[in-house]
């Protein structure tokens, strides 16, 4: 077999150019095309990428907040016992929840950032390349036009 021929014997890269000009329609500029293809492959490819960083960057800073909070927890356990029975102190205790439960909403609206950035970034990637698509789709249709 030679370098164009296919299991049909037809050399489909001397075919899809001129294909629909019988019909009517104009040519078609493959490479333009393929060119087209290639950068919505690159794009999604640094979305993918984009989005791998991000869910590390989350794991890592639910990591960090998951060690903190054991830390945290320990210290307060210390400070509610005495000689390893828990303290009646309606106030410490208190304020331990009130601290514990301030650190979680904190905890939880920087993730809920790092989660948003991180997502604005992808949509950037994408809305862009889409954009870009958008007018390379129109050239190539103009070019074939003339």
Known sequence: MTKTDTA?????????PNFGTSFGFPSLNAD??????????EAFDKAGKLT??????????QGEMLKLSVKEFESA???????????????KQTEAVQASFDGAVANSRELMELAATSGQKIFD??????????AEAQTVVTAAKA
Request: glycine share 6%.
């Open 125 to 134: 990637v994408i809305s862009k390349r889409a954009n870009e698509a958008v």
């Open 77 to 91: 356990v210390k400070a509610t016992t005495k000689k390893g029975l828990p303290e009646f102190n309606p106030e």
């Open 32 to 41: 333009a095309i393929l060119d087209l293809q290639k950068k919505n492959l």
């Open 52 to 61: 791998a960083t991000g869910f590390e960057e989350l794991l890592k800073r």
């Open 8 to 16: 049909f014997g037809i050399d489909f890269s001397k075919f899809l």
